[in-house]
């Protein structure tokens, strides 16, 4: 395995966004991005090489994520975490039909739609709009295919679409 200097500058931007993606707060993402490699640090001697680098710190920020949210259940709703401030500046947007919808749309309704979409079409969503994470990385993630993680993402703007035409 790399040096984990190395590694933390060459992964830190890819375990942000995915964290970021799945907790909309870039304070909390960018603790839990420090706790995830944390954690990398301490289990670095069991990474065995059978997967990406970026997959085995996805899913360790997975897990930091999961104990943060089960020592820390979550109390606000999702109007309350979307007001609570500005957009990111760090958020990268998504482009074309994705930057159109979000800026169409407005950002609290677009994130409404989203997280009425079913798992893992939201996930996915996340991760991608949100996340700036690919659909190579995505599909790696969730142990799929590039090709599941287009496909899935296609077929939710279609459903989000639909829900802004009705």
């Not at 996340?131 to 459903?159: D, P, Y």
Request: hydrophobic letters at 35%.
């Amino acid at each position: 395995m790399q040096p984990m200097d190395e590694v933390y500058r060459k992964y830190a931007q890819i375990v942000y966004g995915f964290l970021l993606a799945r907790t909309r707060d870039q304070d909390l993402a960018e603790e839990l991005t420090q706790e995830t490699f944390f954690q990398a640090i301490r289990s670095s001697d069991r990474f065995d090489e059978s997967c990406k680098v970026s997959t085995w710190l996805c899913g360790i920020a997975k897990n930091v994520l999961l104990t943060y949210r089960r020592k820390h259940p979550a109390n606000e709703t999702l109007e309350e975490l979307t007001a609570s401030g500005p957009e990111p500046e760090s958020v990268p947007r998504a482009a074309s039909a994705e930057a159109e919808a979000m800026d169409n749309l407005g950002r609290l309704e677009l994130i409404r739609l989203v997280h009425g979409l079913p798992e893992p079409s939201r996930e996915v969503v996340y991760l991608r709009a949100f996340g700036g994470l690919s659909f190579a990385e995505i599909g790696e993630l969730h142990g799929k295919s590039e090709n599941w993680a287009r496909v899935t993402f296609f077929r939710a703007k279609e459903k989000l679409r639909k829900d802004v035409e009705q």
